[in-house]
Protein backbone atom coordinates (compact mmCIF):
# COMPACT_ATOMS: atom_id res chain seq x y z
CA UNK A 1 0.00 0.00 0.00
CA UNK A 2 1.23 3.58 -1.08
CA UNK A 3 0.28 5.70 2.02
CA UNK A 4 0.69 9.14 1.26
CA UNK A 5 3.54 10.83 3.22
CA UNK A 6 1.54 13.41 5.53
CA UNK A 7 -1.64 12.14 6.99
CA UNK A 8 -4.34 14.36 8.63
CA UNK A 9 -7.04 12.91 10.96
CA UNK A 10 -10.46 15.50 11.18
CA UNK A 11 -13.81 14.98 12.23
CA UNK A 12 -16.36 17.46 11.78
CA UNK A 13 -18.51 18.21 14.60
CA UNK A 14 -21.44 20.37 15.12
CA UNK A 15 -25.30 20.74 16.43
CA UNK A 16 -27.53 19.04 14.50
CA UNK A 17 -28.92 20.20 11.19
CA UNK A 18 -26.43 22.72 10.90
CA UNK A 19 -24.81 20.98 7.87
CA UNK A 20 -21.92 18.37 8.31
CA UNK A 21 -23.01 15.70 6.28
CA UNK A 22 -23.82 17.66 2.99
CA UNK A 23 -20.15 19.64 3.82
CA UNK A 24 -18.29 15.88 3.60
CA UNK A 25 -20.97 15.52 0.26
CA UNK A 26 -19.08 18.59 -1.03
CA UNK A 27 -15.49 17.64 0.37
CA UNK A 28 -15.68 14.39 -1.55
CA UNK A 29 -17.38 15.93 -4.98
CA UNK A 30 -14.65 18.44 -5.14
CA UNK A 31 -11.95 15.72 -4.81
CA UNK A 32 -13.95 13.40 -7.12
CA UNK A 33 -14.65 11.01 -5.02
CA UNK A 34 -18.27 11.12 -6.50
CA UNK A 35 -19.60 11.69 -9.83
CA UNK A 36 -20.36 15.52 -9.60
CA UNK A 37 -23.38 14.74 -11.96
CA UNK A 38 -24.62 11.84 -9.13
CA UNK A 39 -27.86 13.68 -7.34
CA UNK A 40 -27.76 11.70 -3.96
CA UNK A 41 -27.69 13.91 -1.23
CA UNK A 42 -26.20 13.23 2.02
CA UNK A 43 -24.29 10.12 0.60
CA UNK A 44 -22.49 9.48 4.12
CA UNK A 45 -26.07 8.75 6.06
CA UNK A 46 -26.34 4.92 4.95
CA UNK A 47 -28.58 3.78 7.19
CA UNK A 48 -32.85 4.09 5.90
CA UNK A 49 -33.23 5.70 10.02
CA UNK A 50 -30.94 8.55 8.57
CA UNK A 51 -32.25 9.05 5.82
CA UNK A 52 -35.41 9.19 6.50
CA UNK A 53 -34.88 11.65 9.72
CA UNK A 54 -32.45 13.31 8.15
CA UNK A 55 -29.97 12.85 11.13
CA UNK A 56 -26.84 10.95 11.21
CA UNK A 57 -27.32 8.57 14.16
CA UNK A 58 -23.72 6.86 13.59
CA UNK A 59 -20.14 8.27 13.24
CA UNK A 60 -18.86 7.28 9.34
CA UNK A 61 -15.02 7.67 7.78
CA UNK A 62 -14.17 8.37 4.68
CA UNK A 63 -10.80 9.77 3.08
CA UNK A 64 -9.51 12.02 0.29
CA UNK A 65 -6.38 13.03 -0.85
CA UNK A 66 -5.45 16.18 -1.56
CA UNK A 67 -1.97 17.99 -2.73
CA UNK A 68 -0.26 14.37 -1.80
CA UNK A 69 -2.01 14.54 1.60
CA UNK A 70 -4.75 12.01 3.04
CA UNK A 71 -7.43 13.46 5.01
CA UNK A 72 -9.22 11.24 6.32
CA UNK A 73 -12.53 12.60 7.87
CA UNK A 74 -15.36 11.56 10.09
CA UNK A 75 -18.82 13.06 9.87
CA UNK A 76 -20.13 12.88 13.60
CA UNK A 77 -23.79 12.78 14.87
CA UNK A 78 -25.09 16.17 15.61
CA UNK A 79 -28.14 14.80 18.27
CA UNK A 80 -26.96 14.59 22.33
CA UNK A 81 -28.52 10.99 22.09
CA UNK A 82 -25.67 9.80 20.43
CA UNK A 83 -23.04 11.67 22.07
CA UNK A 84 -21.20 8.00 22.99
CA UNK A 85 -20.68 7.88 19.32
CA UNK A 86 -19.36 11.68 19.34
CA UNK A 87 -17.13 10.79 22.51
CA UNK A 88 -15.06 7.92 20.67
CA UNK A 89 -14.85 8.79 17.28
CA UNK A 90 -12.80 12.14 18.60
CA UNK A 91 -10.28 9.62 20.02
CA UNK A 92 -9.48 8.92 15.83
CA UNK A 93 -8.32 12.66 14.94
CA UNK A 94 -6.17 15.71 15.57
CA UNK A 95 -8.12 18.28 14.79
CA UNK A 96 -11.81 19.35 14.60
CA UNK A 97 -14.31 21.16 11.78
CA UNK A 98 -16.62 23.02 14.08
CA UNK A 99 -19.42 23.89 11.71
CA UNK A 100 -21.92 26.75 13.22
CA UNK A 101 -25.10 28.10 11.13
CA UNK A 102 -24.56 31.38 10.52
CA UNK A 103 -28.45 32.15 11.46
CA UNK A 104 -28.94 30.09 14.06
CA UNK A 105 -24.96 30.45 16.17
CA UNK A 106 -23.92 28.16 18.47
CA UNK A 107 -26.67 25.65 20.31
CA UNK A 108 -26.54 23.13 22.73
CA UNK A 109 -24.77 20.68 20.86
CA UNK A 110 -22.34 22.76 19.65
CA UNK A 111 -21.36 23.63 23.38
CA UNK A 112 -21.25 19.77 23.83
CA UNK A 113 -19.30 18.50 21.00
CA UNK A 114 -16.79 21.46 21.49
CA UNK A 115 -16.12 21.13 24.65
CA UNK A 116 -15.38 17.71 23.82
CA UNK A 117 -12.79 18.36 21.85
CA UNK A 118 -11.12 21.09 23.50
CA UNK A 119 -10.58 18.45 26.47
CA UNK A 120 -8.73 16.33 24.24
CA UNK A 121 -6.65 19.03 22.75
CA UNK A 122 -7.86 19.20 19.33
CA UNK A 123 -7.33 21.73 16.97
CA UNK A 124 -10.48 23.78 15.63
CA UNK A 125 -11.25 25.33 12.52
CA UNK A 126 -14.65 27.25 12.48
CA UNK A 127 -16.60 26.90 9.55
CA UNK A 128 -19.66 29.63 9.43
CA UNK A 129 -21.87 27.32 7.38
CA UNK A 130 -25.15 28.67 5.76
CA UNK A 131 -23.92 31.80 4.58
CA UNK A 132 -26.28 31.63 1.97
CA UNK A 133 -29.60 32.57 4.54
CA UNK A 134 -30.78 35.59 4.21
CA UNK A 135 -30.41 38.31 7.27
CA UNK A 136 -27.69 35.95 8.69
CA UNK A 137 -24.98 37.50 10.18
CA UNK A 138 -21.36 35.51 10.20
CA UNK A 139 -19.47 38.06 12.15
CA UNK A 140 -21.87 38.04 15.23
CA UNK A 141 -21.65 34.09 14.75
CA UNK A 142 -17.94 34.49 15.16
CA UNK A 143 -18.15 36.29 18.38
CA UNK A 144 -20.49 34.14 20.21
CA UNK A 145 -18.50 31.39 18.91
CA UNK A 146 -15.03 33.17 20.80
CA UNK A 147 -17.00 33.65 23.95
CA UNK A 148 -18.11 29.75 24.04
CA UNK A 149 -14.33 29.14 23.69
CA UNK A 150 -13.95 31.44 26.26
CA UNK A 151 -16.33 29.81 29.01
CA UNK A 152 -15.07 26.30 27.95
CA UNK A 153 -11.30 27.39 29.06
CA UNK A 154 -9.90 26.94 25.99
CA UNK A 155 -5.61 27.15 25.62
CA UNK A 156 -4.71 30.34 23.53
CA UNK A 157 -3.63 28.10 21.09
CA UNK A 158 -7.46 27.29 20.64
CA UNK A 159 -9.02 30.17 20.90
CA UNK A 160 -6.74 31.24 18.08
CA UNK A 161 -8.76 29.15 15.78
CA UNK A 162 -9.11 29.79 11.90
CA UNK A 163 -12.24 30.68 10.17
CA UNK A 164 -13.85 29.53 7.14
CA UNK A 165 -17.09 31.03 5.48
CA UNK A 166 -19.14 28.44 3.88
CA UNK A 167 -22.48 27.34 2.14
CA UNK A 168 -22.62 23.30 1.53
CA UNK A 169 -25.28 23.02 0.22
CA UNK A 170 -24.06 25.54 -3.07
CA UNK A 171 -20.86 23.70 -2.73
CA UNK A 172 -18.38 26.74 -1.77
CA UNK A 173 -15.77 27.92 0.34
CA UNK A 174 -13.98 31.49 1.09
CA UNK A 175 -11.78 32.98 3.67
CA UNK A 176 -13.75 36.40 3.24
CA UNK A 177 -17.18 37.12 3.17
CA UNK A 178 -15.95 39.78 0.07
CA UNK A 179 -14.06 36.49 -2.28
CA UNK A 180 -15.41 34.84 -4.82
CA UNK A 181 -18.10 32.30 -3.87
CA UNK A 182 -16.19 28.95 -6.31
CA UNK A 183 -15.37 25.66 -4.63
CA UNK A 184 -14.39 23.74 -1.32
CA UNK A 185 -10.61 24.35 -2.34
CA UNK A 186 -10.15 27.32 0.43
CA UNK A 187 -11.39 24.71 3.46
CA UNK A 188 -9.20 21.91 1.93
CA UNK A 189 -6.67 24.40 1.86
CA UNK A 190 -7.08 25.32 5.76
CA UNK A 191 -6.88 21.85 6.31
CA UNK A 192 -3.51 21.55 4.90
CA UNK A 193 -2.46 24.75 6.53
CA UNK A 194 -3.79 24.67 10.43
CA UNK A 195 -5.05 21.08 11.46
CA UNK A 196 -2.38 18.79 12.85
CA UNK A 197 -0.67 16.01 11.48
CA UNK A 198 -1.50 12.12 12.53
CA UNK A 199 1.28 10.85 11.08
CA UNK A 200 5.30 10.44 12.12
CA UNK A 201 5.41 7.50 14.70
CA UNK A 202 5.98 4.87 11.84
CA UNK A 203 9.22 3.56 14.06
CA UNK A 204 7.45 3.21 17.57
CA UNK A 205 5.74 0.09 18.26
CA UNK A 206 2.46 -0.88 16.51
CA UNK A 207 -1.02 0.10 18.84
CA UNK A 208 -4.09 0.24 17.22
CA UNK A 209 -7.70 1.45 18.68
CA UNK A 210 -11.14 0.29 17.91
CA UNK A 211 -13.59 2.89 18.11
CA UNK A 212 -16.22 1.40 15.62
CA UNK A 213 -17.34 -2.01 14.50
CA UNK A 214 -18.56 -3.79 11.04
CA UNK A 215 -19.96 -7.13 10.38
CA UNK A 216 -19.05 -9.15 6.89
CA UNK A 217 -20.96 -12.21 6.51
CA UNK A 218 -18.05 -13.88 4.91
CA UNK A 219 -15.16 -11.99 7.24
CA UNK A 220 -17.07 -11.96 10.40
CA UNK A 221 -16.69 -8.52 12.72
CA UNK A 222 -14.62 -5.78 11.10
CA UNK A 223 -12.58 -3.67 13.65
CA UNK A 224 -12.26 0.43 12.74
CA UNK A 225 -10.16 2.61 14.27
CA UNK A 226 -6.78 4.25 14.25
CA UNK A 227 -3.06 3.17 14.61
CA UNK A 228 -1.40 5.52 17.06
CA UNK A 229 1.67 4.41 16.19
CA UNK A 230 3.74 1.78 14.13
CA UNK A 231 2.94 -0.13 11.04
CA UNK A 232 1.14 -3.45 10.73
CA UNK A 233 0.99 -5.92 7.76
CA UNK A 234 -1.10 -8.33 6.96
CA UNK A 235 -0.51 -11.90 8.42
CA UNK A 236 1.14 -10.06 11.53
CA UNK A 237 1.03 -11.79 14.81
CA UNK A 238 -0.14 -9.27 17.28
CA UNK A 239 -1.49 -8.67 21.18
CA UNK A 240 -5.13 -8.11 21.67
CA UNK A 241 -5.49 -5.94 25.33
CA UNK A 242 -9.34 -6.31 25.92
CA UNK A 243 -11.73 -6.93 29.54
CA UNK A 244 -12.96 -10.22 30.92
CA UNK A 245 -15.78 -10.21 32.97
CA UNK A 246 -14.65 -8.62 36.02
CA UNK A 247 -13.06 -5.55 34.16
CA UNK A 248 -9.76 -7.10 34.06
CA UNK A 249 -7.52 -7.10 31.32
CA UNK A 250 -6.39 -10.06 29.75
CA UNK A 251 -4.34 -10.33 26.38
CA UNK A 252 -4.45 -13.13 23.75
CA UNK A 253 -2.84 -13.20 20.51
CA UNK A 254 -4.17 -12.78 17.26
CA UNK A 255 -2.93 -12.89 13.29
CA UNK A 256 -4.19 -10.34 11.16
CA UNK A 257 -6.27 -11.97 8.02
CA UNK A 258 -7.57 -8.85 6.50
CA UNK A 259 -6.40 -5.05 6.10
CA UNK A 260 -8.78 -2.02 4.64
CA UNK A 261 -8.30 1.57 4.18
CA UNK A 262 -10.99 4.29 3.07
CA UNK A 263 -11.11 6.11 0.11
CA UNK A 264 -13.74 8.14 -0.74
CA UNK A 265 -16.98 5.77 -0.29
CA UNK A 266 -15.08 3.05 -0.71
CA UNK A 267 -13.41 0.29 1.50
CA UNK A 268 -10.41 -0.88 -0.32
CA UNK A 269 -8.17 -3.76 0.76
CA UNK A 270 -4.65 -3.33 1.25
CA UNK A 271 -1.42 -5.12 2.95
CA UNK A 272 0.00 -2.49 4.83
CA UNK A 273 -1.23 0.51 7.50
CA UNK A 274 1.32 2.93 8.91
CA UNK A 275 1.22 5.68 12.02
CA UNK A 276 -1.98 7.81 11.99
CA UNK A 277 -4.40 6.21 9.56
CA UNK A 278 -7.82 4.90 9.83
CA UNK A 279 -8.37 1.46 8.86
CA UNK A 280 -10.47 -1.70 9.25
CA UNK A 281 -9.17 -4.83 10.81
CA UNK A 282 -10.57 -8.64 10.66
CA UNK A 283 -9.69 -11.46 11.78
CA UNK A 284 -10.28 -10.85 15.40
CA UNK A 285 -13.79 -11.99 16.55
CA UNK A 286 -13.71 -11.06 19.75
CA UNK A 287 -12.79 -7.62 19.55
CA UNK A 288 -14.80 -4.91 21.00
CA UNK A 289 -14.49 -0.97 21.11
CA UNK A 290 -12.38 -0.02 23.28
CA UNK A 291 -9.71 -2.57 22.58
CA UNK A 292 -6.32 -2.21 22.07
CA UNK A 293 -4.54 -3.98 19.29
CA UNK A 294 -0.45 -3.86 20.35
CA UNK A 295 2.53 -5.24 19.18
CA UNK A 296 3.71 -8.54 20.52
CA UNK A 297 6.85 -7.50 21.74
CA UNK A 298 5.79 -4.22 24.16
CA UNK A 299 1.98 -4.37 24.70
CA UNK A 300 0.43 -1.66 25.71
CA UNK A 301 -3.12 -0.77 26.29
CA UNK A 302 -4.24 2.44 25.23
CA UNK A 303 -6.35 4.32 27.40
CA UNK A 304 -9.82 2.73 27.61
CA UNK A 305 -13.14 5.43 26.32
CA UNK A 306 -15.26 7.07 28.55
CA UNK A 307 -18.84 7.28 28.29
CA UNK A 308 -20.88 9.53 30.02
CA UNK A 309 -23.47 7.15 32.20
CA UNK A 310 -27.47 7.09 30.54
CA UNK A 311 -30.10 9.15 31.74
CA UNK A 312 -33.20 7.76 30.95
CA UNK A 313 -34.27 3.81 30.93
CA UNK A 314 -37.00 1.75 29.26
CA UNK A 315 -38.36 -1.44 30.00
CA UNK A 316 -38.30 -3.75 26.94
CA UNK A 317 -40.74 -6.82 27.42
CA UNK A 318 -42.06 -10.07 25.46
CA UNK A 319 -45.03 -8.87 23.65
CA UNK A 320 -48.26 -10.50 25.75
CA UNK A 321 -51.69 -8.16 23.66
CA UNK A 322 -54.06 -10.52 22.43
CA UNK A 323 -52.41 -9.96 18.96
CA UNK A 324 -49.50 -10.89 19.95
CA UNK A 325 -47.09 -13.32 17.34
CA UNK A 326 -49.51 -12.13 14.23
CA UNK A 327 -47.09 -9.91 12.84
CA UNK A 328 -43.17 -10.69 14.25
CA UNK A 329 -40.73 -13.18 13.39
CA UNK A 330 -38.77 -12.57 16.70
CA UNK A 331 -41.15 -12.56 19.76
CA UNK A 332 -39.32 -14.21 22.60
CA UNK A 333 -37.53 -13.33 25.94
CA UNK A 334 -34.74 -15.29 24.33
CA UNK A 335 -34.78 -13.29 20.69
CA UNK A 336 -34.98 -9.73 22.54
CA UNK A 337 -32.15 -10.99 24.94
CA UNK A 338 -30.09 -11.38 22.07
CA UNK A 339 -30.79 -8.68 19.81
CA UNK A 340 -30.14 -6.50 22.92
CA UNK A 341 -26.48 -8.10 23.82
CA UNK A 342 -25.66 -7.94 20.23
CA UNK A 343 -26.56 -3.86 20.09
CA UNK A 344 -24.22 -3.73 23.24
CA UNK A 345 -21.46 -4.71 21.42
CA UNK A 346 -21.47 -1.35 19.63
CA UNK A 347 -23.12 0.74 21.19
CA UNK A 348 -20.93 1.98 24.35
CA UNK A 349 -23.43 4.58 25.64
CA UNK A 350 -26.81 1.87 26.22
CA UNK A 351 -26.91 -0.51 29.24
CA UNK A 352 -29.39 -3.34 30.10
CA UNK A 353 -30.09 -5.16 32.97
CA UNK A 354 -32.20 -8.52 32.49
CA UNK A 355 -35.10 -8.47 35.18
CA UNK A 356 -36.24 -12.17 34.15
CA UNK A 357 -39.23 -11.00 32.89
CA UNK A 358 -38.00 -7.93 31.04
CA UNK A 359 -34.77 -6.00 30.25
CA UNK A 360 -34.48 -2.68 31.45
CA UNK A 361 -32.65 -0.80 28.63
CA UNK A 362 -31.11 2.66 29.50
CA UNK A 363 -29.44 5.15 27.43
CA UNK A 364 -28.54 8.82 27.05
CA UNK A 365 -32.47 10.24 26.05
CA UNK A 366 -35.51 9.13 24.37
CA UNK A 367 -34.08 9.37 20.75
CA UNK A 368 -31.35 7.02 21.09
CA UNK A 369 -34.20 4.44 22.69
CA UNK A 370 -36.29 5.56 20.08
CA UNK A 371 -33.71 4.58 16.99
CA UNK A 372 -32.88 0.95 18.80
CA UNK A 373 -37.04 -0.04 18.77
CA UNK A 374 -37.37 1.28 15.38
CA UNK A 375 -34.72 -1.12 14.26
CA UNK A 376 -35.45 -3.64 15.93
CA UNK A 377 -39.69 -3.63 14.77
CA UNK A 378 -38.02 -2.85 11.38
CA UNK A 379 -35.95 -6.50 12.00
CA UNK A 380 -39.07 -8.40 12.68
CA UNK A 381 -39.32 -8.18 16.33
CA UNK A 382 -42.69 -7.61 18.46
CA UNK A 383 -42.10 -5.80 22.24
CA UNK A 384 -43.56 -4.25 24.52
CA UNK A 385 -42.15 -1.07 25.90
CA UNK A 386 -42.99 0.99 29.03
CA UNK A 387 -42.98 4.88 29.40
CA UNK A 388 -39.03 6.25 29.74
CA UNK A 389 -38.19 6.97 32.95
CA UNK A 390 -35.14 9.13 34.13
CA UNK A 391 -32.25 7.64 36.57
CA UNK A 392 -31.85 8.80 39.77
CA UNK A 393 -28.32 9.26 41.59
CA UNK A 394 -28.23 9.26 45.38
CA UNK A 395 -25.10 11.52 46.82
CA UNK A 396 -24.30 12.52 50.65
CA UNK A 397 -28.29 11.34 51.46
CA UNK A 398 -29.63 13.37 48.66
CA UNK A 399 -31.73 12.54 45.57
CA UNK A 400 -29.78 13.91 42.19
CA UNK A 401 -31.93 13.70 39.08
CA UNK A 402 -30.91 14.54 35.42
CA UNK A 403 -31.24 17.93 34.27
CA UNK A 404 -30.93 19.38 30.38
CA UNK A 405 -30.85 22.92 28.64
CA UNK A 406 -33.19 23.14 25.65
CA UNK A 407 -33.18 25.71 23.41
CA UNK A 408 -36.72 26.78 20.94
CA UNK A 409 -37.07 28.71 18.38
CA UNK A 410 -40.90 28.96 17.36
CA UNK A 411 -42.94 32.06 16.48
CA UNK A 412 -43.50 34.74 18.96
CA UNK A 413 -47.83 33.67 18.90
CA UNK A 414 -47.28 30.31 20.35
CA UNK A 415 -44.63 31.30 22.80
CA UNK A 416 -47.00 31.67 25.67
CA UNK A 417 -48.19 28.48 25.62
CA UNK A 418 -45.19 26.93 25.63
CA UNK A 419 -43.50 28.85 28.82
CA UNK A 420 -46.93 28.04 30.68
CA UNK A 421 -45.97 24.40 29.94
CA UNK A 422 -42.46 24.43 30.73
CA UNK A 423 -43.03 26.28 33.68
CA UNK A 424 -45.56 24.01 35.16
CA UNK A 425 -42.83 20.85 34.10
CA UNK A 426 -40.42 22.64 36.80
CA UNK A 427 -38.43 24.71 33.77
CA UNK A 428 -36.73 27.52 34.72
CA UNK A 429 -36.78 29.97 31.63
CA UNK A 430 -32.55 31.11 31.30
CA UNK A 431 -32.97 33.44 28.06
CA UNK A 432 -35.40 34.95 26.18
CA UNK A 433 -34.42 36.86 22.92
CA UNK A 434 -36.29 38.15 19.59
CA UNK A 435 -34.69 37.02 16.30
CA UNK A 436 -35.75 38.04 12.75
CA UNK A 437 -39.36 37.97 11.34
CA UNK A 438 -40.96 37.23 14.72
CA UNK A 439 -39.41 34.32 15.86
CA UNK A 440 -38.62 34.00 19.61
CA UNK A 441 -35.58 32.02 21.07
CA UNK A 442 -36.34 30.64 24.31
CA UNK A 443 -33.56 28.91 26.68
CA UNK A 444 -34.52 26.63 29.65
CA UNK A 445 -32.80 24.38 32.34
CA UNK A 446 -35.51 21.62 33.03
CA UNK A 447 -35.77 18.01 34.84
CA UNK A 448 -35.28 15.43 32.20
CA UNK A 449 -38.16 14.23 33.74
CA UNK A 450 -40.12 17.47 32.19
CA UNK A 451 -39.18 16.45 28.60
CA UNK A 452 -40.70 13.56 28.65
CA UNK A 453 -43.88 13.92 26.49
CA UNK A 454 -42.98 17.77 25.73
CA UNK A 455 -41.52 17.31 22.39
CA UNK A 456 -45.07 16.26 20.87
CA UNK A 457 -46.89 18.81 22.36
CA UNK A 458 -44.19 21.75 21.49
CA UNK A 459 -44.82 20.58 17.78
CA UNK A 460 -48.61 20.24 18.30
CA UNK A 461 -48.29 23.90 19.96
CA UNK A 462 -46.38 25.61 17.73
CA UNK A 463 -48.12 23.79 14.27
CA UNK A 464 -45.34 22.40 13.27
CA UNK A 465 -43.22 26.00 12.96
CA UNK A 466 -40.98 25.40 15.90
CA UNK A 467 -37.30 23.81 16.37
CA UNK A 468 -36.17 22.39 19.91
CA UNK A 469 -32.93 21.11 20.78
CA UNK A 470 -31.15 20.01 24.06
CA UNK A 471 -28.40 19.12 25.60
CA UNK A 472 -27.76 16.90 29.08
CA UNK A 473 -25.86 19.77 32.01
CA UNK A 474 -25.66 17.78 35.25
CA UNK A 475 -27.43 15.41 38.12
CA UNK A 476 -29.16 18.11 40.47
CA UNK A 477 -31.08 18.22 43.48
CA UNK A 478 -34.06 16.43 42.61
CA UNK A 479 -36.88 18.98 42.34
CA UNK A 480 -40.67 17.07 43.69
CA UNK A 481 -43.29 15.86 41.67
CA UNK A 482 -44.50 16.89 37.87
CA UNK A 483 -47.38 15.80 37.06
CA UNK A 484 -47.78 13.88 34.20
CA UNK A 485 -50.23 13.76 30.83
CA UNK A 486 -53.57 16.28 31.42
CA UNK A 487 -56.12 14.29 29.61
CA UNK A 488 -56.57 10.20 30.26
CA UNK A 489 -57.07 7.84 27.44
CA UNK A 490 -59.93 6.14 25.64
CA UNK A 491 -60.24 2.53 25.86
CA UNK A 492 -61.89 -0.47 24.02
CA UNK A 493 -64.03 -2.54 26.34
CA UNK A 494 -64.20 -4.87 23.49
CA UNK A 495 -62.64 -7.09 21.24
CA UNK A 496 -63.25 -6.94 17.37
CA UNK A 497 -63.31 -4.39 14.70
CA UNK A 498 -63.55 -1.05 14.95
CA UNK A 499 -66.90 0.07 13.84
CA UNK A 500 -67.69 3.87 11.96
CA UNK A 501 -71.09 4.21 13.01
CA UNK A 502 -69.42 3.57 16.79
CA UNK A 503 -66.53 5.61 15.89
CA UNK A 504 -68.97 8.55 15.15
CA UNK A 505 -70.27 8.08 18.83
CA UNK A 506 -67.05 8.52 20.50
CA UNK A 507 -65.47 11.49 18.70
CA UNK A 508 -66.78 14.12 20.37
CA UNK A 509 -65.29 13.00 23.66
CA UNK A 510 -61.90 13.42 22.43
CA UNK A 511 -58.96 12.81 19.72
CA UNK A 512 -59.66 9.47 18.40
CA UNK A 513 -56.14 7.18 17.45
CA UNK A 514 -58.02 4.43 14.38
CA UNK A 515 -60.00 4.44 11.50
CA UNK A 516 -62.71 1.95 11.05
CA UNK A 517 -62.07 -1.40 10.18
CA UNK A 518 -59.13 -1.43 12.37
CA UNK A 519 -59.43 -4.79 14.97
CA UNK A 520 -58.93 -3.54 18.32
CA UNK A 521 -58.99 -5.64 21.96
CA UNK A 522 -60.35 -5.08 25.36
CA UNK A 523 -57.71 -2.84 26.88
CA UNK A 524 -56.21 -0.88 23.60
CA UNK A 525 -56.05 2.16 23.69
CA UNK A 526 -57.81 4.04 20.76
CA UNK A 527 -57.90 8.00 21.72
CA UNK A 528 -57.35 10.36 24.33
CA UNK A 529 -59.68 11.41 26.06
CA UNK A 530 -60.92 15.60 26.60
CA UNK A 531 -61.32 15.27 30.15
CA UNK A 532 -58.31 14.21 32.48
CA UNK A 533 -59.65 10.57 33.59
CA UNK A 534 -59.66 7.28 31.52
CA UNK A 535 -62.43 6.44 29.96
CA UNK A 536 -64.17 2.32 28.41
CA UNK A 537 -66.23 2.74 25.28
CA UNK A 538 -66.94 0.11 22.92
CA UNK A 539 -65.64 0.88 18.94
CA UNK A 540 -67.03 -1.97 17.54
CA UNK A 541 -70.75 -1.31 18.22
CA UNK A 542 -73.21 -1.36 15.31
CA UNK A 543 -76.46 0.46 14.68
CA UNK A 544 -79.57 -1.23 14.99
CA UNK A 545 -81.64 -2.19 12.47
CA UNK A 546 -85.25 -1.69 12.34
CA UNK A 547 -88.58 -2.14 9.99
CA UNK A 548 -89.17 1.85 9.62
CA UNK A 549 -86.65 3.61 7.00
CA UNK A 550 -87.58 7.39 7.84
CA UNK A 551 -85.64 9.18 4.87
CA UNK A 552 -82.10 11.26 5.60
CA UNK A 553 -81.53 8.66 8.65
CA UNK A 554 -78.75 6.82 6.53
CA UNK A 555 -77.07 10.01 5.60
CA UNK A 556 -73.07 9.35 5.99
CA UNK A 557 -71.83 9.38 8.90
CA UNK A 558 -68.76 12.51 9.06
CA UNK A 559 -65.04 11.16 11.26
CA UNK A 560 -62.71 13.71 11.95
CA UNK A 561 -59.52 11.97 10.57
CA UNK A 562 -57.81 9.94 13.34
CA UNK A 563 -54.41 11.65 15.34
CA UNK A 564 -51.32 9.10 14.03
CA UNK A 565 -48.95 9.11 16.33
CA UNK A 566 -45.05 7.94 15.37
CA UNK A 567 -43.21 6.12 17.85
CA UNK A 568 -41.36 9.25 19.93
CA UNK A 569 -45.38 10.32 20.28
CA UNK A 570 -46.64 6.81 21.59
CA UNK A 571 -43.59 6.85 23.90
CA UNK A 572 -44.65 10.67 25.48
CA UNK A 573 -48.36 9.38 25.41
CA UNK A 574 -47.25 6.69 28.06
CA UNK A 575 -48.17 6.49 32.05
CA UNK A 576 -47.21 4.24 34.16
CA UNK A 577 -50.02 1.91 33.84
CA UNK A 578 -49.90 1.94 30.02
CA UNK A 579 -47.41 0.34 27.46
CA UNK A 580 -46.60 0.48 23.92
CA UNK A 581 -47.00 -2.79 22.03
CA UNK A 582 -44.39 -2.38 19.01
CA UNK A 583 -44.93 -4.74 16.01
CA UNK A 584 -43.38 -4.96 12.52
CA UNK A 585 -46.48 -3.38 11.14
CA UNK A 586 -48.48 -1.85 13.85
CA UNK A 587 -47.79 0.90 16.73
CA UNK A 588 -50.73 0.24 19.71
CA UNK A 589 -51.19 1.62 22.81
CA UNK A 590 -52.45 -0.05 25.49
CA UNK A 591 -53.07 -0.96 29.56
CA UNK A 592 -51.19 -2.94 31.47
CA UNK A 593 -54.23 -4.31 32.63
CA UNK A 594 -56.20 -5.07 29.88
CA UNK A 595 -59.57 -6.06 32.18
CA UNK A 596 -61.79 -2.86 32.81
CA UNK A 597 -62.96 -4.47 35.81
CA UNK A 598 -59.85 -5.68 36.87
CA UNK A 599 -58.43 -2.61 36.28
CA UNK A 600 -60.73 -0.24 38.23
CA UNK A 601 -59.91 -3.18 41.26
CA UNK A 602 -56.01 -2.17 40.97
CA UNK A 603 -56.78 1.59 41.44
Not at 103 to 128: D, N, S, Y
Not at 324 to 344: D, H
Request: aromatic content about 6%; proline content about 4%.
Amino acid sequence: MSTPQTIKNVAIIAHVDHGKTTLVDQILRTCFSIDAKEDTDRVMDSNDLERERGITILAKNTAVEYKGVRINIVDTPGHSDFGGEVERVLRMVDSCLLLVDAMEGPMPQTRFVLKKALELGQKIVLVINKIDKPNCDPKAVIEQVFELFMELNATDEQIDFPVVFASAKNGFAIHQLEDEQKDMFPLLDVILEHCGNSSGKESEPFSFQVTTLDYNEYLGRICIGRIFTGTVKVNDQVVLLGLNDKGETVSTKHRITKLFTFLGLKRTEATMGTSGDIVAVAGIPEMTIGDTLADESKPVALPRIQIEPPTVSMQFMVNDSPFAGKEGKWVTSRNIRERLERELKTNLSLKVDDLGDSFKVSGRGELQLAILIENMRREGFELGVSKPQVIYQEEGGQKLEPFEEIVMDMPEAYSGGVIQELNRRKGMLSQMETLASGVVRVRYEIPTRGLIGFRSFFLTETRGEGSISGIFLEYRPFVGTISGRTRGAIISMEAGVANGYALFNIQDRGELFLSPQIPVYVGMIIGIHAKDNDLDVNPIKEKKLSNVRASGTDDAIRLVPPKKLSLEQAMDFLEDDEILEVTPGNLRLRKKVLNPSMRKKRV
